[in-house]
């Protein structure tokens, strides 16, 4: 079974950062990542995606130019770099192994981590 462990949550204040990570016990090579999250009283969205050989992004339109997603095969991680961050951005983020960028696997993953809790307030 695949799994993968999120952290680095917690409370920030608008306007500020935080990075979150997510370890997995796979080997990232060739690997796709995504970063999901769910508000409360919300349905779990996609935020951003990262693809392996070659490397490309993608964002939702609601975090693009504030948030970075960048991977370390070695480490097995991958970061997700939070950038003025607002009180829309409160949710528990989780991350997911996904088979490509392309589209938005939301309903279909199965593997998720325990996900780790972003509450923007001030």
């Known amino acids: 079974q695949l799994q993968l462990v999120e952290s680095g949550g917690g409370l920030v204040q608008p306007g500020g950062s935080l990075r979150l990570s997510c370890v997995t016990s796979?080997?990232?090579?060739?690997?796709?990542i995504a970063w999901f999250r769910q508000a409360p009283g919300r349905e779990r969205e996609l935020v951003s995606c990262?693809?392996?050989?070659?490397?490309?992004?993608e964002y939702a339109d609601s975090v693009k130019d504030r948030f970075y997603i960048r991977r370390d095969n070695a480490r097995r991680t991958v970061y997700l770099e939070m950038n003025v961050v607002n009180v829309e951005d409160t949710a528990v983020y989780y991350c997911?192994?996904?088979?490509?960028?392309?589209?938005?696997?939301?309903?279909?993953?199965?593997?998720w981590g325990q996900g780790t809790q972003v509450t923007v307030a001030s």
């Open positions: 796979f080997s990232l090579n060739e690997r796709t």
């Open positions: 990262i693809t392996d050989r070659p490397v490309w992004f």
């Open positions: 997911a192994k996904v088979p490509d960028c392309q589209y938005d696997y939301t309903a279909i993953v199965t593997d």
